[in-house]
């Protein structure tokens, strides 16, 4: 059995308008924290941005694909994580640096859902856009975006084509497709 935590994961569309409280984000982000990294190194950075504050919510939004503004924009709290690619002892690429984000991204989408609250990550954006209206940093690099919210409650609200994605089946390889024993393609016989 896997944990629920995991199980229950999913990518909405449709999200409720209620918001996420301070402390809710705040352990969040302190989930993120703790993720293993390479040297500890800790390379991942995030910026988000509440929809209590327009200006900000709207400036992180605008860094989206048009598909993805189309759900994104009633989620409650947009992000971007971003990754310190040159390596911050020697002067050099970090080439665990993305993985590393993602690592810590993985926490944080745990750490919300014991919380009920639903992540959605979004490769659908505008790194350069990005880079150059939030004020990141040479040496930093935007990895992705992602929308928290609660999922809707009330989904009859939202326009019928993400209603029928938010129903769409969800599927995953086969266990014996990404696990192999010993050698590559050999069956784990399971
Ligand atoms: C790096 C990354 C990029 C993604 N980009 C998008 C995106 O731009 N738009 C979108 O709607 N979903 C995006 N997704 C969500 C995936 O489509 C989703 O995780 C996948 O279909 C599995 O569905 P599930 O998360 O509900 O299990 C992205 C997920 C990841 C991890």
Same mark, same amino acid.
């Given at each position: 059995m896997i944990h629920p935590l995991i199980s229950k994961r999913r990518?909405?569309?449709l999200f409720s308008g209620r918001s996420i409280s301070r402390e809710d984000l705040i352990d969040i982000f302190e989930a993120a924290r703790w993720a293993p990294s390479s040297n500890n190194q800790q390379p991942w950075r995030y910026i988000i941005a509440t929809r209590e504050t327009p200006d900000e919510h709207s400036g992180l939004l605008s860094c989206?694909?048009?598909g993805n503004i189309l759900w994104a924009k009633f989620a409650p709290v947009l992000g971007i994580s971003i990754a310190e690619s040159i390596s911050t002892y020697k002067n050099?690429?970090?080439? *665990?640096a993305r993985h590393d984000v993602g690592l810590s991204m993985a926490f944080l989408i745990i750490q919300a859902m014991s919380s009920g609250i639903y992540t959605h990550v979004m490769g659908g954006f505008d790194p350069e856009l990005a880079i150059e209206s939030l004020s990141i940093p040479e040496r930093f690099e935007p990895v992705?975006? *992602?929308a928290l919210g609660y999922p809707a409650e009330n989904v009859m609200e939202f326009p019928r084509d993400l209603i029928d994605r938010e129903k769409k089946e969800r599927s995953r390889k086969n !266990?014996?497709? !990404?696990l192999y024993y010993g050698k590559w393609q050999r069956s784990y016989n399971i």
């Open positions: 990518s909405p569309v989206l694909s048009e050099r690429k970090n080439r *665990f992705a975006m *992602f !266990i014996s497709e !990404i």
